[in-house]
């Protein structure tokens, strides 16, 4: 496997082109400003107000989607993925040019065929695996994250180094970037997102909570026993993978994590991981999701809105209130 690094990129394919970002949210804001940062000449898109003004403040001119369309050589589609593809048939369709750069940071709409560029544009992918916050300021302080970039159309015969050159902006190859497919990308995402990083971890929290609260504990005992220290082992884990987080506790926990974890991952949760896998690749959860959101979310706000009532959220936000240094946040309604 080929990782691509700072020496192997160079931002010279980008140099003469402008790079308009549509979308100023979590990947947008990162993307546009060090792209700028590194150089290259960068337009913003953002019809949320307050987004186009966070990139007003931040020096930016802010054009219509279409206009920034029209102009751009290199367009870079950040706007969620549930409106894409409206998106792509009515502002940026009608704009390109042969010759034309799409890029994406997730293969989403293109690997489910809700965007179907024309045959003159290269396609191409530059995935940064970390949200945009942090990408930016690990950039700032001269770091960066690993990206994943993938190639789905070579029109112009350089779309690898256009990808590298873009990765390289916004400073991917600082850490390293991995050749890989939207295809792959699109479905290890998914499933990562579902299985383990969100559903699955989030699931976990609030089983254990409960358990904990149920047999008569204080909650926040509990909340600080099965949310707060999440951050303390992952960063380990982060760190230096799971042998790593096992040698930096304690052999009690250590021996409980070896002899109960299988317990709590059984062989039936391995089954379930393999049934959402399937409905990914068989592209069942994105015919749900697109569904979803033609039909105004019924299922996505009813189930957001019961998990916002769980009582470890409303604990939480009184102990993360006790701790300054941690900048809580709260999500108002």
């Avoid at 700072?6 to 993307?31: E, F, N, R, W």
């Avoid at 700032?140 to 690993?146: N, V």
Wanted: net charge positive; charged share 30%; glycine share 8%.
């Amino acid at each position: 496997m080929k990782i691509y690094y700072d020496k192997d990129a160079s931002l010279a394919p980008l140099k003469k082109k402008k790079i308009a970002v549509l979308g100023y949210g979590s990947q947008g804001h990162a993307h546009a400003l060090n792209l700028r940062d590194s150089g290259l000449n960068v337009v913003v898109a953002e019809p949320a107000p307050r987004a186009k003004k966070a990139a007003q403040k931040e020096g930016f001119k802010v054009l219509s989607t279409p206009e920034a369309a029209k102009q751009a050589d290199l367009i870079s589609i950040l706007l969620p993925d549930h409106i894409q593809e409206e998106v792509y048939k009515k502002e940026i369709l009608p704009n390109l040019k042969k010759g034309n750069v799409l890029l994406f940071a997730h293969g989403f709409t293109i690997h489910f065929g809700q965007i179907k560029p024309p045959k003159d544009v290269d396609v191409i992918m530059v995935a940064p695996k970390a949200p945009g916050h942090i990408e930016r300021r690990l950039f700032t302080e001269g770091k960066g994250i690993p990206c994943l970039l993938a190639v789905e159309r070579n029109y112009s015969g350089k779309a690898k180094q256009l990808a590298l050159a873009y990765a390289k902006g916004i400073g991917g190859t600082r850490a390293g970037v991995i050749e890989t497919t939207f295809r792959d990308e699109t479905e290890t995402d998914l499933f990562g997102e579902q299985s383990v990083l969100c559903g699955g971890l989030s699931e976990l929290i609030r089983a254990g909570f409960d358990t904990l609260v149920e047999a008569g504990y204080k909650p926040e005992l509990a909340y600080f026993e099965c949310l707060h220290e999440v951050k303390l082992i992952t960063d380990l884990i982060n760190e230096g993978g799971i042998t790593w987080m096992r040698y930096s506790i304690s052999d009690t926990a250590e021996y409980g994590d070896l002899t109960r974890g299988r317990r709590i991952i059984t062989g039936e949760t391995r089954r379930e991981m393999k049934k959402i896998l399937s409905e990914i690749q068989s592209g069942d959860f994105a015919k749900e999701w697109i569904m979803e959101n033609r039909v105004s979310r019924p299922k996505f706000n009813a189930l957001a809105k019961r998990d916002r009532q769980h009582p470890i959220e409303k604990v939480g936000l009184k102990l993360r209130r006790m701790m300054p240094w941690l900048e809580a946040k709260e999500l108002k309604d």
